[in-house]
């Protein structure tokens, strides 16, 4: 293809995001490139469990480790108490090597470049539109830019040719969008008091409204109703190519608060969709369907073609019933998640090929206790499946029931 002479060409990384160490864990073994995570500050997921200054360190040595990188946010937007204590921050990050920081303040990005070699990583929320934009961030020394939702394959190419090579693109293929401009929405603040700009949205978006209607005033109210705010979620799993060739290099999927089940079943899915794009091959439809077996929207390409298309309807999923923490003598340890019980057909998802989609029958179980039981009832307890062997950190699940 033509792209394959441009200078920017690089590897392709796919970032995952991890709202804890569990979901670190489960985004690197199921096959991301880097993680994308926050501390207790500063970052725009105040919802996830986060990492502490422990966490943090042990974050980036379970990354390098694997030979992985991992990205922390700093990228709320800041009022001026919320700058004390930074430079001991950024101190203390640049000591546990973290790889890059994202951001989106200007006078923050301009800090840290002073303060430290750690990369920068423009956050979509500073909404990069153009190439003069792109440009201004490219002088302050950023390495990368993580691209605006609004913009085109083709406003992405053009982008792309008037930058620096040595600036990468990044940009989302995977997952929720916000009705606001790049994330930068006040509904959640009006609300409800909490600012989705300081990483406490709580996705009152996505949320179900009735609408009301009187002489004076039209009155939304949540309730049983439908998602008049919420589209569909972002999937572009079947047009890897063509972000490549229009210059993105950095492929990133959205969920820092999403379960492990949904990280690891969109983790896999995408790295065998960069596999395939690299042998030059389609990918495979047992990945685009494995898509639809996590909670969504319905899926659309956003605008990379243009406006979005019309919403499709949510896609039928599957329930996340556990996880495979380990492998005893008598068989997998499973932590509960969904109430499943002997004699179930459940599915395995699983980073190793040979056990996904594999269908077990579960068998008699022990519980905690030793004691053997029939029925996983208890939310996040500990059950073995006596005779059957997974690797850890493969999941099961079931087609969803709404009974």
């Given at each position: 293809m033509s792209a394959a002479i441009r200078s920017w060409m690089k590897n392709i990384e796919l970032v995952a995001p991890a709202g804890d160490?569990?979901?670190?864990?489960?985004?690197?073994?199921?096959?991301?490139?880097a993680?994308?995570?926050?501390?207790?500050?500063?970052?725009?997921?105040?919802?996830?469990?986060?990492?502490?200054?422990?966490?943090?360190?042990?974050?980036?040595?379970t990354a390098h480790s694997r030979g992985k990188r991992f990205f922390v946010t700093l990228n709320i937007f800041p009022y001026d108490d919320d700058i004390d204590g930074v430079d001991e921050y950024l101190d203390y990050l640049h000591s546990i090597h973290a790889d890059a920081l994202i951001v989106s303040d200007v006078g923050l990005i301009k800090r840290i470049t002073e303060r430290?070699?750690?990369?920068?990583?423009?956050?979509?929320?500073a909404n990069v539109l153009?190439?003069?934009?792109?440009?201004?961030?490219?002088?302050?020394?950023?390495?990368?830019?993580?691209?605006?939702?609004?913009?085109?394959?083709?406003?992405?190419?053009?982008?792309?040719?008037?930058?620096?090579?040595?600036v990468e693109l990044e940009a989302f293929v995977h997952g929720a969008m916000c009705i606001s401009y790049s994330g930068r929405?006040?509904?959640?603040?009006?609300?409800?008091?909490?600012?989705?700009?300081?990483?406490?949205?709580?996705?009152?978006?996505?949320?179900?409204?009735?609408?009301?209607?009187?002489?004076?005033?039209?009155e939304f109210i949540e309730d049983d109703g439908t998602y008049i705010f919420g589209g569909n979620d972002l999937n572009m799993i079947e047009h890897i190519g063509e972000l490549y060739s229009a210059g993105?290099?950095?492929?990133?999927?959205?969920?820092?608060?999403?379960?492990?089940?949904?990280?690891?079943?969109?983790?896999?899915?995408y790295k065998n969709a960069v596999k395939a794009f690299k042998r030059g091959l389609k990918v495979a439809h047992e990945f685009i369907d494995e898509?639809?077996?996590?909670?969504?929207?319905?899926?659309?390409?956003g605008f990379y073609y243009g406006m979005p298309k019309p919403d499709d309807a949510p896609q039928e999923y599957c329930d996340f019933c556990g996880i495979v923490m380990s492998n005893g003598k008598d068989g997998a340890v499973v932590e509960m998640r969904n109430r499943f019980k002997t004699g179930d057909a459940l599915e395995v998802l699983s980073p190793d090929a040979q056990f996904l989609n594999k269908k077990i029958t579960v068998p008699v179980m022990t519980d905690e206790r030793g004691e053997e039981v029939t029925d996983a009832k208890v939310p996040c307890a500990l059950y073995t499946l006596n005779g059957i062997t997974l690797p850890p950190l493969s999941m099961l699940r079931r087609k969803h029931t709404s009974v």
């Open positions: 160490m569990r979901k670190l864990d489960v985004a690197l073994e199921y096959g991301a490139d993680v994308y995570l926050a501390g207790k500050t500063f970052g725009m997921r105040a919802a996830s469990k986060n990492f502490d200054y422990d966490e943090l360190k042990t974050a980036s040595l430290t070699n750690i990369p920068v990583h423009v956050s979509t929320q153009n190439s003069d934009t792109a440009r201004f961030y490219a002088d302050l020394g950023v390495k990368r830019i993580v691209l605006a939702r609004e913009l085109s394959l083709e406003r992405i190419a053009r982008i792309r040719d008037n930058i620096d090579p040595s929405c006040l509904l959640s603040a009006y609300l409800s008091g909490r600012s989705a700009n300081r990483g406490e949205c709580n996705q009152a978006c996505r949320m179900k409204f009735t609408p009301e209607c009187s002489q004076e005033s039209l993105v290099t950095a492929f990133k999927i959205e969920g820092r608060v999403k379960s492990e089940y949904y990280v690891g079943c969109v983790v896999n899915a898509l639809k077996k996590v909670p969504n929207r319905g899926f659309n390409t």
